[in-house]
């Protein structure tokens, strides 16, 4: 009987081993889970799409440097643009627009900050702020709402933008003056 004992006893013990190799796979199977989670959410939140997006932004200001160079821009001065200080004009309060899709309407709000390089450029663009706010407001709503879904979409929105305050600043002052426009807040509901 002794016997028999013990060899219930080893089959309990055997029984909690094999339960607590369950937990330990469990537990195991969760960490990677997480893991793969949050790499993932690093990979789209800093991954390729970020890069490619500042690039074209980079290019983009630099064509647009480039093409304001030509034009023989008072505000260009001797200094390269790269070497000049930046000065971050921001529109006062967001811009609030309903925009459509193919399914429904949705809400946009934008705060937009434009980047000038010269004390002449930023008082261009506050002299013109309602004109300017005016411009975006009506660029913005005519933007599609599934289109603003993807990176590229947000992208193309920021360069045309970037165009429309460029067009009008240099109807109204004879210069460009806006190097780049930076959304710094951007919801879509």
């Known amino acids: 009987m002794a016997r028999e004992d013990d060899l219930e006893l080893s089959d309990e013990e055997q029984g909690e081993s094999k339960g607590g190799s369950k937990k330990l796979i469990i537990i195991i199977a969760a960490i990677v889970?997480?893991?793969l989670a949050v790499g993932a959410g690093g990979y789209f939140a800093f991954g390729p799409d970020s890069g490619e997006s500042t690039e074209v932004a980079g290019k983009t200001a630099g064509e647009e440097g480039d093409a304001s160079g030509e034009e023989g821009d008072a505000d260009e001065g001797?200094?390269?643009?790269?070497?000049?200080?930046?000065?971050y004009v921001a529109i006062p309060d967001s811009?609030?627009?309903?925009?459509?899709?193919?399914?429904?309407s949705r809400m946009l709000q934008v705060k937009v900050t434009l980047l000038v390089r010269s004390t002449d450029a930023e008082k261009a663009a506050k002299k013109h702020m309602p004109l300017i706010k005016n411009n975006l407001l009506m660029y913005?709503?005519?933007?599609?709402?599934?289109?603003?879904?993807t990176g590229d979409g947000k992208l193309k929105l920021r360069t045309g933008s970037l165009k429309v305050v460029q067009d009008l600043l240099k109807e109204q002052t004879g210069k460009k003056h806006v190097e780049q426009i930076l959304f710094t807040g951007f919801v879509m509901q």
Do not use: H, M, T, Y
């Open 33 to 35: 889970v997480l893991s």
């Open 78 to 87: 001797a200094e390269p643009k790269d070497k000049r200080e930046a000065i």
């Open 95 to 104: 811009i609030l627009v309903q925009i459509q899709g193919k399914k429904k």
């Open 140 to 149: 913005f709503s005519s933007a599609n709402s599934e289109e603003l879904l």
